[in-house]
């Protein structure tokens, strides 16, 4: 595995397939801030408080001049079910060969109920306009979490 990303470093380049048929990357993003997080499973209790959340307040990052990617491994159609079933305004990356959760280091091992496999770290990168991660967080609590990166995010 590569070097973890980390705040000062260039974030790692990610193209990926959306809901609603369309794509995103990085590069189509320069010049902006991103806020792009990670999250284990499209309709599962935290990753949709947290989609929901990032939707909310979707305005308010648009206002700072911040785009909201939220990425798992889920298929575009998982996506376009989930985002459809809770109206949500954030966009959603389908990473499915797994290229953008191993390049920012989210692919870990974990541990449920003695079982040990590997899935995606709740995180969150905030990318600067000039491709620069500025802000990191890791093992993400959903409660509260949005408003933080919000704060960051208009900060920058």
């Not at 070097?3 to 260039?10: C, F, I, K, L, M």
């Not at 048929?21 to 499209?42: C, N, Q, T």
């Not at 949500?88 to 953008?100: H, I, R």
Request: aromatic letters at 8%; one cysteine or more; glycine letters at 10%.
């Amino acid at each position: 595995m590569s070097s973890e990303p980390h705040v000062g470093a260039p974030a790692p380049a990610f193209t990926l397939p959306t809901n609603g048929g369309g794509s995103v990357s990085l590069a189509a993003l320069a010049g902006r801030k991103v806020v792009l997080y990670f999250y284990p499973k499209d309709d599962t209790p935290g990753c949709t408080t947290e989609a929901i959340d990032f939707t909310a307040r979707i305005a308010d990052f648009e206002a700072a001049g911040a785009v909201v990617v939220g990425v798992s491994r889920d298929s575009v159609a998982a996506h376009d079910k989930f985002a459809k079933k809770h109206q949500l305004a954030v966009t959603l990356g389908a990473d499915l060969d797994g290229a953008a959760t191993e390049a920012y280091g989210v692919w870990v091992e974990k541990n449920m109920y003695g079982r040990q496999y590997f899935g995606i770290e709740r995180a969150t990168f905030l990318i600067d306009g000039q491709g620069e991660i500025a802000r990191i967080w890791r093992k993400v609590k959903v409660k509260g979490h949005v408003d933080e990166v919000l704060e960051a995010a208009r900060a920058l």
